[in-house]
């Protein structure tokens, strides 16, 4: 027994010390860094598609830009060419034959891929907003009709409204009753022309600083960047500017936005771009107290947003 130990252990020495021999102990000494993974280059590629695939693809978005703004050939062409370039193979067989609803889901990538489509956005033609008022708007266009911010007041209104004052932009439901809303706005200050409003909470707490300011019309909000600064909104970019305006672009990383604005019998008509190649139209009726009266967001699928001014 006691020579089969002296045998076992001998044998585990020489074990041991082949390892080390062959591997040995790491020291504490740095060692180069690796370079990362390239992990797309693990993924598949996409097989290539067949010619008749793709011209389909291109061919039915085309058509369906064509359909939706009218005779701009050299858009819709910048469009389907793009679309070709960023659409996933599954999405280009599935096209073809897709409802309306994934259309306009694959519409959305024209907003994330700025540098893809900023190009045809530059070339597009915008044409005229529809310029259809919907009822709940011509009856406060016929109730103010003597009271309205045009293009020929707007630089030279004054401030009418008193601090305190309050009002919010009530949605309208499909059958034109008042829907709710809590984004109450108070009016807590007036300097140069300016007013500033904040939201009130709903426990009646009122902000000590303004989170919108409107000034002839122009309504601004509180940059989220930078808390002392404000832009204009969205939806005012470009309003007052009657005929073609844009902004945004690769030197603000913003999507390029083309906006033709019209002004007929007391309302601003605006249209921009909407989702993929479709455009939207936005309809303002505005008080001459700066403020709007009744403002409606309708898209050519015939989809609209209304909402009016309610005061308390």
């Given at each position: 027994m006691t020579n089969l130990r002296l045998f076992l252990m001998a044998g585990l020495i020489l074990v041991?010390?082949?390892?080390s021999s062959t591997h040995p102990v790491q020291t504490s000494t740095p060692q180069q860094s690796k370079k990362p993974i390239d992990f797309k280059s693990l993924l598949p590629s996409q097989p290539p598609l067949d010619d008749e695939t793709v011209r389909k693809f291109v061919d039915a978005v085309f058509s369906d830009c064509k359909e939706q703004v009218g005779n701009d050939d050299v858009y819709c062409t910048c469009y389907a060419d793009g679309m070709n370039t960023i659409a996933k193979n599954k999405t280009k067989i599935r096209y073809p034959h897709a409802?309306?609803?994934e259309k306009s889901l694959l519409g959305l990538v024209t907003i994330f891929n700025t540098v893809v489509f900023n190009d045809c956005e530059r070339i597009r033609s915008l044409a005229e907003p529809d310029m259809e008022l919907p009822e709940p708007?011509?009856?406060i266009l016929e109730q103010y009709s003597n009271e309205l911010l045009t293009p020929g007041?707007?630089?030279t209104i004054k401030p009418k409204l008193e601090l305190g004052y309050e009002f919010v932009m009530m949605p309208l439901k499909k059958d034109g009753t008042l829907g709710s809303s809590s984004m109450w706005r108070r009016l807590i200050e007036i300097e140069d022309n300016?007013?500033?409003f904040a939201y009130v909470g709903t426990d009646q707490r009122i902000p000590k600083r303004p989170s919108i300011r409107?000034?002839?019309?122009?309504?601004?909000?509180?940059s989220m960047v930078d808390d002392k600064q404000f832009?204009?909104?969205?939806?005012y970019r470009c309003l007052f500017e009657l005929g073609v305006c844009s902004f945004g672009g690769e030197k603000t990383g913003e999507r390029f936005i083309k906006v033709r604005t019209v002004f007929k019998n007391g309302v601003w008509f605006s249209r921009s771009p909407a989702n993929g190649s479709a455009t939207k139209t936005l309809v303002l009726i505005i008080k001459d107290?700066?403020?709007?009266?009744?403002?409606?967001t309708i898209y050519e699928t015939g989809l609209r947003n209304q909402s009016v001014r309610l005061e308390r």
């Open positions: 041991v010390a082949a390892c409802s309306e609803n708007g011509q009856r007041n707007r630089l300016t007013l500033g409107v000034r002839q019309g122009m309504e601004y909000e509180r832009k204009e909104s969205r939806d107290d700066g403020l709007p009266l009744y403002k409606a």
